[in-house]
C-alpha cells in the first residue's frame, strides 16, 4: 500500500525542512508518522526504538492467536518507503542519545513510549516468585528477550488466580488453558509452548474487585474465552447469586445485556476437567505460601466488597480466600518520566502514569507532543490510538508551520553522535534481514544477540 498524501494544509509553508524525532516504535509512534507523512511537505522524521526489533507490543503483547491485529505490522512497512522517515531501532532515548540532544536537533519531539512498569498490588507477599506480573508473563510467551528467564511453574500446579479482569487477563485464560492445537500456526515462542506442552494448569479463576457491570474485558476477548468450550474447557460461573436480581432490575446497555447472555450460555456446573471462572467484588490482602512447597503458594484472601444501591463498591468485614498456588497480577501497565523530564521542565503525571497535554501537545512545552499509551495512562486498544495519532500528527504540522527556521541537525548529528559513541543502529533494511530470518527459521528470535548478529550479517 503507497501513502495518499494529504495536499499541503491552506497557509502552511516551510522555510526549510523541518524534523520530527519520536521516541517509541509502537502503534502510536507508527500511527502518527505515517500520518504526518500523508502531508505534502517536506519533513524529515527520525523514529527511536531502544529494542533491535519495531513495533512495541504489537509484537511483545497481543496475543499470539489474534494474528488480525498484528497484522498493522504490514500498514506500519508503508513508512519505512518514504524517503522523509527514517527508523533508528536499538537505540535508547536517554541512554544512548539524551532527550536534550534530541531538543538541540529536531523541531518537533514526540514521546510514544508506552507505559513501562506495572502496576502493584502492595500487599504483603507479592515478591513472593509464585507471583507474576501479567507483564512479564505475557513477555514469556511472545518472545521478549527480558523475560525468557521466567519459568513459570506450570507443570507444579492446578490451581491459578489471576487479579484484574482485563483484556490481558482474558489472553492469559486462553494461555493457561487452551490446549496446544490452538496455537498450532501463531508466533507463539517454542519454548512457552512446550511448558505449556507440560502444564498440569486445571482452574483459573479471573477475580476482581468490582461487579459483573464493571468487568473490564470486551464481549470479544470474553467469548473468545467462552469458545474454549469446543475443547472441553468449561466455563463455571461468574458468581450470578452475588448479584441477586439487581441484574434484572438494572436496565443495561446493549454490550453489558450481551456480555450477561454469554455468561448465562456458557456457564456450566463445576467440572473435574479443565475449567475457567470469574469472581467478583473482592480485594486480595494477602497471599499464603505453601508450606510443603515455599516456592509455590497455597491460597490468596480476599476481602469481600458490596455495592451500596448507589452503585458505590465498599469493603465489606467479610474475608474470603482462593486456593492457588500461583498468581497472576493483571492490573494494568503504567508510563514513567524519562529521567532527564524534569531538568527539561517537561511535566509528568506520576498518578496517572502519563504525560499531561491537550491534543497531544504537552502541556507547557512548545514543540512537545506525546500520544498513545503515554498520552492517555496505559489503556486503550490499537483503534484507539489510529484515531489519537491523526489528531497529534495534525498539531505537530500546523505547529511547525509557525516555526520562522528549522534547527539543529536532525538525523545527520544523530547519526554522527552514534557512529562515535559505537551504538549498533538497526536501520530499517537491517531489521528487514531480521524479519526475513524469523519467517525462514519460522520462529521469533528470544534474544537480543541473535538479532543483532544477523542486522549485521550479509544480506541472505
Ligand atoms: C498484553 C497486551 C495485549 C494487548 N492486546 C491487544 C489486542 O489484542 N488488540 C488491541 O487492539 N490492543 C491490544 N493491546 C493494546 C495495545 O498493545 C496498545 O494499545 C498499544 O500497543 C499502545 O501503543 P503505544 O505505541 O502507545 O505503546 P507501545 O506499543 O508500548 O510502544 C512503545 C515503544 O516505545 C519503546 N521505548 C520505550 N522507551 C523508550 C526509549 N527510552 N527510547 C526508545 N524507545 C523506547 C518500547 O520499546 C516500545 O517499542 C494489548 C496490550 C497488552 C499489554
Redesign the pocket.
Known amino acids: 500500500m503507497t501513502i495518499t498524501r494529504f495536499p499541503l494544509a491552506r497557509g502552511i509553508r516551510f522555510l526549510s525542512t523541518p524534523r520530527v524525532a519520536v521516541?517509541?516504535?509502537?502503534?502510536?509512534?507508527f500511527y502518527t508518522s505515517l500520518d504526518i507523512l500523508k502531508y505534502d511537505i517536506p519533513v524529515e522524521i527520525d523514529m527511536?526504538?531502544?529494542?533491535p526489533c519495531p513495533f512495541?507490543?504489537?509484537r511483545f503483547?497481543?496475543?499470539p492467536d489474534?494474528p488480525e491485529?498484528k497484522s498493522c505490522q504490514e500498514r506500519f512497512q508503508d513508512a519505512s518507503k518514504d524517503k522523509r522517515f527514517q527508523f533508528f531501532g536499538n537505540v535508547?532515548?536517554?541512554k544512548d542519545i539524551k532527550l536534550r540532544e534530541l531538543y538541540e536537533n529536531y523541531d518537533s519531539i514526540v514521546f510514544?513510549?508506552?507505559s513501562?512498569k506495572e502496576n502493584r498490588l502492595n500487599i504483603a507477599g507479592e515478591d513472593h516468585p509464585a507471583v507474576i506480573n501479567s507483564k512479564d508473563f505475557?513477555g514469556w510467551y511472545n518472545g521478549d528477550p527480558q523475560d525468557q528467564d521466567l519459568n513459570p511453574p506450570l507443570d507444579k500446579v492446578e490451581e491459578v488466580t489471576i487479579i484484574g479482569n482485563g483484556?490481558?487477563a482474558m489472553?492469559i485464560v486462553r494461555v493457561l488453558l487452551a490446549p496446544p492445537e490452538h496455537w498450532k500456526d501463531t508466533d507463539i515462542v517454542p519454548g512457552a509452548l512446550e511448558t505449556l506442552q507440560r502444564s498440569t494448569v486445571k482452574k483459573v479463576t479471573v477475580s476482581a474487585r468490582r461487579g459483573f457491570l464493571d468487568s473490564k474485558f470486551a464481549n470479544k476477548e470474553f467469548r473468545e474465552c467462552l469458545e474454549m468450550d469446543k475443547y472441553g474447557v468449561r466455563f463455571t460461573g461468574w458468581g450470578a447469586d452475588l448479584f441477586g436480581d439487581s441484574l434484572k432490575t438494572t436496565k443495561l446497555g446493549r454490550i453489558e445485556k450481551r456480555r450477561l447472555q454469554l455468561a448465562e450460555k456458557y456457564c456450566v456446573a463445576e467440572t473435574e476437567g479443565k475449567s475457567w471462572k470469574l469472581d467478583y467484588l473482592k480485594t486480595p490482602i494477602g497471599i499464603k505460601v505453601d508450606s510443603k512447597d515455599p516456592l509455590l503458594l497455597k491460597e490468596t484472601i480476599f476481602k469481600k466488597n458490596q455495592i451500596t444501591p448507589a452503585g458505590k463498591i465498599e469493603p465489606t468485614n467479610k474475608l474470603a480466600s482462593v486456593s492457588n498456588q500461583l498468581l497472576i497480577l493483571c492490573i494494568g501497565?503504567k508510563g514513567e518520566a524519562?529521567a532527564e523530564f524534569e531538568e527539561l521542565g517537561i511535566p509528568f503525571d506520576v498518578q496517572r502514569g502519563a504525560i499531561p497535554n491537550k491534543e497531544g501537545r504537552v502541556v507547557g512545552v512548545e514543540q512537545t507532543y506525546c500520544v498513545?499509551?503515554?498520552a492517555n495512562g496505559s489503556r486503550?486498544?490499537?483503534?484507539s490510538?489510529v484515531a489519537d495519532s491523526s489528531v497529534v500528527a495534525h498539531s505537530i504540522v500546523q505547529d511547525l508551520d509557525k516555526l520562522p527556521q528549522s534547527k539543529g541537525h536532525g538525523r545527520e548529528k544523530v547519526s554522527k553522535l552514534l557512529a562515535e559513541r559505537g551504538v549498533n543502529v538497526v536501520d530499517w533494511s537491517n531489521w528487514v534481514k531480521i524479519d526475513k530470518a524469523e519467517r525462514q527459521q519460522g520462529r521469533k528470535f528470544t534474544d537480543f544477540d541473535s538479532m543483532l548478529s544477523v542486522s549485521n550479517g550479509p544480506e541472505s
Open positions: 521516541i517509541g516504535s509502537g502503534p502510536s509512534a527511536f526504538e531502544k529494542r512495541g507490543l504489537v503483547g497481543v496475543a489474534h491485529v535508547e532515548i536517554g510514544a513510549y508506552g513501562n505475557v483484556n490481558v489472553d501497565y524519562l498513545g499509551w503515554i486503550g486498544s490499537i483503534n490510538t
